[in-house]
């Protein structure tokens, strides 16, 4: 029988029972690895007869161990707990990670990726800001550079992108909120600074007319990163000239929600799901904050794992497998409901 060839770093670790990201470390460097694991892997480079062309990646890509890691707002607490667990996996995998913030400005985001191209990093994981991005740009240095996108996708640009499966977010809690109460409201800004938020509304709007409930949507003025101010002020006008049809609230994601239970608290109407309580509020994204706001916020989780995992992978294939560039994926997430005491 025909030995099977191993043709590339994934296939060898696959077959030798070693992590990729193990089998990647003793390749940049065998001393990072135990002498345990460094004799087994050797053992099996030895029976399966493999060598990755290191030398020939270094060659042709000026391979470092540099890797820039891009989000639009580090304040956003969502954008910094998935930027620390990619970040953290970066570090696994033997390279240095280094985390840039565009503050939610295209110019800056473009600044950012002109220095990334002096560190000749071995690659970038970038959450780009969407529609406020200067496509041309991000083309071109995903021309020059491996790139993988998350969280907000730019259709056709990067290696692959890797996201949440939004219309599904929406579905998913609307069908929830309407088997246990009122169908909901959508509340919004009319100007969302992440393209995310077009997807959970078109997923709302499927999800009421599947129903056979007619879509309410209230849209909030301003634009912006400050979801929570915009969230407060915009909800309790909402609120005071009765614009919610029923009694339940699903905002577009918690930053919005969490600003609309203040704006609640403010006009003493108390959230909750019991008898009596006036209204119900949920939201998108289980924000680290989520757990901790008064009361406890309903919402549906991203797989902040999931994410993390898959773009890092896939970055790190491209990178020392050499994987064709020609054929970009795209891999979406789905969401999970978390039941809190809000909704």
């Known amino acids: 029988m025909?030995?099977?060839?191993?043709?590339?770093?994934?296939?060898?670790?696959?077959?030798?029972?070693?992590?990729?990201?193990?089998?990647?470390?003793?390749?940049?460097?065998?001393?990072?690895?135990r002498q345990s694991t460094r004799s087994k892997i050797e053992a099996a480079l030895k029976q399966h007869e493999y060598r990755p062309n290191i030398f020939a990646i270094n060659q042709n890509r000026k391979l470092t161990k540099n890797v820039g890691i891009v989000v639009p707002y580090l304040a956003d607490p969502f954008f910094a707990e998935i930027a620390r667990k990619i970040?953290?996996?970066?570090?696994?995998?033997?390279?240095?990670?280094?985390?840039?913030?565009?503050?939610?400005?295209?110019?800056?985001?473009i600044e950012i990726l002109d220095s990334l191209r002096s560190l000749k990093p071995a690659?970038?994981?970038?959450?780009?800001?969407?529609?406020?991005?200067?496509?041309?740009?991000?083309?071109?240095?995903?021309?020059?550079?491996?790139?993988v996108l998350f969280d907000s996708n730019l259709p056709g640009l990067g290696l692959a992108f890797v996201g949440s499966d939004n219309p599904q977010f929406s579905m998913l809690i609307v069908d929830y909120l309407c088997r246990t109460g009122a169908p909901p409201c959508f509340f919004e800004m009319k100007k969302p600074s992440n393209p995310n938020a077009n997807k959970r509304r078109e997923g709302y709007v499927a999800a009421m007319e599947r129903l056979g409930h007619e879509p309410q949507i209230v849209q909030a003025s301003g634009q912006g990163w400050d979801f929570e101010e915009i969230g407060r002020r915009e909800g309790r006008k909402a609120l005071e000239t009765k614009q919610f049809a029923t009694n339940t609230v699903l905002c577009s994601n918690d930053r919005l929600a969490i600003g609309f239970l203040t704006a609640c608290y403010e006009m003493r109407l108390r959230v909750g799901r019991d008898e009596d309580s006036a209204i119900r509020v949920a939201g998108q994204d289980d924000h680290p904050f989520a757990r901790f706001t008064c009361p406890p916020l309903t919402t549906i989780a991203q797989d902040y794992e999931a994410i993390s995992r898959h773009a890092v992978d896939l970055l790190f294939r491209a990178v020392e497998d050499e994987r064709s560039e020609s054929t970009r994926e795209t891999r979406l997430f789905?969401?999970?409901?978390?039941?809190?005491d809000s909704a």
């Open 123 to 147: 690659g970038v994981l970038l959450a780009p800001l969407g529609r406020a991005s200067d496509r041309a740009a991000v083309a071109k240095f995903c021309e020059d550079v491996p790139t």
């Open 334 to 340: 789905e969401g999970q409901l978390i039941m809190r």
């Open 87 to 109: 970040e953290q996996r970066c570090i696994a995998c033997g390279y240095r990670p280094t985390l840039y913030s565009a503050h939610g400005q295209p110019e800056l985001e």
């Open 2 to 33: 025909t030995k099977r060839k191993i043709r590339n770093m994934e296939e060898f670790a696959a077959v030798s029972g070693i992590s990729r990201p193990t089998v990647s470390k003793y390749f940049n460097d065998p001393d990072s690895v």
